[in-house]
């Protein structure tokens, strides 16, 4: 059960349980769906840029516990740091996820957590999913308002 | 039939998976295969390994008499009259294919249509979109109700002098659910449509006679049923499989060949292009015969009984819901459900923890988790080896699912 129980984290079945800034945001500067094919899991996320600061973040979705805590607790890490810092932030969580030293392992804080999933290949895709997905909006912003 | 003593027949059954014995329950996924196999398979690599149809020498000829032998086994499995019509394929995935682009490319157009069910396996929805992107017919669905079953009167009215095909699985990979393709087959040939039938979910766990089905294709697969993956089969009927084109060109699919054109050779051998799985079917073979050992008639009682214990077990839990028929008579041996909102990912890592192996995901079946809507189901699939044991494991698992997010 071990390995179990440091997959299923308190704080991770807080998020899943009662998930942060789970709200579309009308008008979004950022709106992106995306799913994993292979589970099922889907949101969409939404966020808001202002001056090259994260401002609101919000998202909606349907999937398992990995996969909604690790976006829900994403969207209280995001709000008010700069593009280059959330950035960096998602690469740090993305390096850990993958088994990769990160530099500022601290910075990650709460999302520390989700460390776990490492044990379970098939399912960092589901950690990974909200992060990937905020990646993906923030190159489209950049390329439609220039970086 | 006692599954104890069939269990000791599968070796990689006797592990442990996380600190607990495995308890295997994705049979629906790949069934394991019996030391009779994997023997069997050692000794044909290691004494009789060869080309096959081809090589005038002795490893040739005992090769091509085992190939051709697996044949001829499974054609009495399915009933069928002959060897001719018996195609081996890589897969049932790769048997719907070749229908749909060997027979569909060819006999549809526009304004056609095909009729294929909502709890179809993706195999016989896309082979079929991509036969209609290239001929202009259109698909269309026939529903599934709320028991889990297909909606004849629906059937009745979607079938039409339009309807050129009806693909439809034998046995729901999702639901259990056992089609009615003897009548399904008889309404379609009042219209002059042709039956296509999925047995990937049937051929494994029942007595199979594809006459008395009246369709005419039927498709299924060697890795489900204690044979080794790579080997599936594609039943046509012969005057229908005659004037076809081929599906893939290369060798042993012809007669001569030209810089510019070639004849064909025949059924079945007009649709194995290439070195054909060899050493798997010899692995077919075998399953069979141990299958045919156990006894047809043992094996659905025994699926029948571990099915209806799982149904009630199943029952015993609050807030879960069970997809498909009830009835254990009316279904294959396999249940899916969901427990209290628990993602079915979490449910299947869980289980994995407590050594319980169950399908957690969509089944390939997108459409009908819609239809269900849902994003995903649990699914506990048996087979022989399976016992009262496997299905008090995973309620155990289960209950500690629901401690962990209750």
Redesign the interface.
């Known amino acids: ?1 071990s ?2 129980e440091d ?2 984290k308190e704080v991770i ?1 807080d998020h899943y349980r009662t998930p942060r800034n789970r709200a579309k945001i009308e008008n979004a500067d950022v709106h992106l769906h995306r799913d994993n094919p ?5 949101i969409d996320l939404y966020v808001d840029i202002e001056d090259g600061r994260v401002t609101n973040v919000g998202f909606e979705g ?5 996969s909604q805590a690790s976006v829900s607790m994403m969207t209280e890490k995001l709000k008010g740091l700069s593009i280059a810092e959330a950035e960096e932030l998602a690469n740090t969580f993305k390096s850990m996820m993958q088994g990769e030293a990160a530099e500022d392992e601290d910075a990650l804080g709460d999302l520390l957590a989700l460390q776990g999933v490492q044990k ?1 290949p098939v ?1 960092i895709k ?1 950690a990974l999913l909200g992060w990937n997905t905020f990646l993906e909006g923030v190159k489209v912003h950049n390329e439609k308002h220039g970086a | 039939m006692d599954p104890q003593a069939v269990r000791k027949d599968f070796p990689v059954l006797f592990q442990q998976v996380n600190g607990h014995p495995l308890v295997y329950l994705d049979n629906g996924a790949t069934s394991h295969r019996p030391l009779a196999v994997i023997d069997e398979i050692k000794r044909f690599e290691e004494e009789d390994n060869s080309n096959v149809h081809r090589s005038v020498h002795t490893l040739g000829q005992r090769a091509t008499e085992l190939f051709e032998g697996a044949r001829t086994k499974l054609a009495a499995l399915l009933g069928v009259p002959g060897t001719n019509g018996l195609i081996f394929t890589k897969s049932a995935t790769e048997s719907l294919n070749l229908v749909a682009y060997a027979w569909g490319r060819h006999h549809l157009s526009e304004g056609d249509e095909v009729l294929i069910t909502e709890m179809e396996h993706h195999s016989n929805i896309v082979s079929w979109q991509l036969a209609c992107k290239d001929t202009g017919a259109v698909i269309k669905a026939v529903p599934v109700d709320d028991n889990g079953v297909l909606d004849m009167a629906e059937y009745d009215r979607l079938l039409s002098n339009k309807t050129k095909v009806v693909a439809v699985c034998h046995v729901s990979n999702v639901l259990g659910t056992i089609n009615p393709i003897a009548e399904i087959s008889a309404k379609a040939h009042r219209v002059g449509a042709i039956v296509v039938c999925d047995g990937a979910q049937a051929v494994p766990h029942m007595a199979i006679d594809i006459p008395s089905l009246d369709c005419d294709f039927y498709a299924g697969t060697g890795h489900k049923m204690c044979a080794p993956t790579g080997i599936g089969f594609l039943w046509g009927r012969e005057h229908i499989l005659e004037e076809m084109e081929p599906f893939h060109g290369g060798g042993d699919m012809i007669l001569d060949v030209w810089i510019d054109h070639s004849s064909y050779n025949e059924i079945p051998y007009k649709f194995e292009a290439g070195t054909p799985p060899i050493s798997q079917a010899v692995g077919l073979s075998t399953a069979i015969d141990y299958l045919n050992n156990l006894g047809w008639e043992a094996i659905r009682r025994h699926e029948i009984e571990i099915t209806r214990y799982a149904l009630d077990r199943l029952a015993e839990l609050p807030d879960i819901t069970v997809y498909g028929p009830t009835d254990a008579e009316l279904k294959g041996g396999l249940v899916s459900f969901n427990i209290d909102d628990i993602h079915p990912h979490d449910v299947g890592t869980i289980l994995d923890g407590k050594g319980v192996a169950i399908r957690a995901g969509h089944h390939c079946a997108k459409p009908l988790m819609r239809k269900l809507g849902v994003g995903a189901t649990n699914r506990a699939s048996f087979y022989i080896y399976n016992t009262h044991s496997d299905v008090d494991a995973l309620v155990d698992a289960l209950e500690s699912c629901r401690k962990m997010f209750g």
């Open positions: 059960m390995d179990l997959l299923y079945l292979l589970c099922g899991d889907e349907r999937g398992c516990s990995i379970y399912r589901c």
